[in-house]
């Protein structure tokens, strides 16, 4: 098993491209060079705990990120695997199911197969070498920057654009409100039957 150059760095990269939470999966691809060149995180059911599902998932997101090697004569490519979960740093036999996928769905996409690290409360480590670090942890995702929408603009019909605003309408004098016949009447100095009523001051 070809073993990482610089974990720390490599962990590094990898949780800052997908701040991976307890239960998440992270699979990546590095060429010779030892660089990134595909990865892809996920989450698995608890129910699925078998290796045989870790193959299929691990396969799956390979398919989709990145082609496979399957007609050169000798794998140039590695595929890693890093596993986010909670309890100690101690090997669990779901670490053994999902180190056992990562040879199975690498060797079906003409990869090699690479290292298998943890991230745990304790920090990350690289099992099969011994190699970990404090930091990054399961944890550390908490600290990523928070991206939230505080502004969208309004959605146009499909083919259409955006129009200039229209000028606001001239404002109408307000309307007197609706009074009583006899209201009226009263006010130009009309009786009810028709006799006008003339007004005078009083002295």
Not at 39 to 55: E, I, N, P, T, Y
Not at 79 to 89: F, T
Not at 138 to 148: A, E, F, M, R
Not at 173 to 202: C, F, K, M, N
């Amino acid at each position: 098993m070809p073993l990482l150059r610089a974990p720390r760095e490599f962990v590094t990269e990898l949780h800052q491209r997908h701040l991976p939470q307890p239960g998440t999966t992270v699979v990546a691809v590095l060429d010779a060079g030892n660089r990134v060149v595909a990865s892809a995180s996920f989450g698995v059911r608890a129910q699925f705990d078998d290796g045989w599902d870790h193959r299929n998932a691990l396969l799956g997101h390979l398919r989709r990120v990145t082609p496979h090697d399957l007609k050169r004569p000798s794998p140039s490519r590695t595929a890693v695997l890093l596993r986010c979960r909670e309890g100690g740093p101690d090997w669990t036999e779901q670490d053994g199911a999902w180190m056992w996928a990562l040879r199975a769905a690498a060797e079906l996409h003409g990869l090699r197969c690479g290292s298998y690290l943890t991230l745990t409360p304790a920090g990350w480590q690289s099992l099969g070498d011994g190699r970990r670090g404090r930091n990054p942890h399961s944890g550390s995702w908490t600290l990523g920057p928070i991206h939230t929408v505080t502004e969208l603009p309004p959605r146009l019909p499909r083919g259409a654009s955006a129009a200039a605003p229209e000028a606001p309408l001239p404002q109408q004098p307000p309307i007197a409100p609706v009074t009583s016949l006899s209201a009226v009447r009263a006010l130009e100095g009309v009786h009810e039957d028709g006799r006008t009523v003339r007004r005078t001051a009083a002295r």
